[in-house]
């Protein structure tokens, strides 16, 4: 893996990925889902500082409270670094080719 590829991410995220790389023998396209779990992970963080600095929720000039974007950023963020670590599939378990299941009550 090039160092460029990874230039954009956080330190931290990185070292994260060049871990997972050097731990699983990826295929290509592997390698670059990898880099956007990276760069998803990153994108979650920094709605979580600004989550954390500015609190959930703010009030308007009308005084209407409202959440705030970065709760459903880092809510979709999530989402999306999940599939992409499912489809990395980096457990040695064979996976599950099924969606999960729908919970009804």
């Not at 160092?3 to 871990?19: C, F, G, I, R």
């Not at 600095?53 to 950023?73: C, M, S, T």
Request: hydrophobic letters at 40%; proline letters at 7%.
């Amino acid at each position: 893996m090039d160092k460029n590829e990874l230039a954009h991410l956080d330190p931290s995220t990185a070292a994260w990925v060049q871990e997972i790389f050097s731990e699983f023998e990826l295929e290509r396209h592997k390698v670059k889902i990898l880099i956007q779990a990276g760069g998803t992970l990153d994108r979650i963080n920094a709605a979580r500082e600004v989550i954390d600095r500015e609190g959930a929720f703010y009030v308007d000039k009308e005084g209407r409270p409202h959440k705030h974007p970065a709760l459903d950023a880092e809510r979709n963020d999530r989402v999306v670094f999940a599939r992409l670590l499912r489809e990395l599939n980096l457990s040695e378990e064979a996976p599950d080719p099924r969606p999960p299941a729908l919970r009804y009550r």
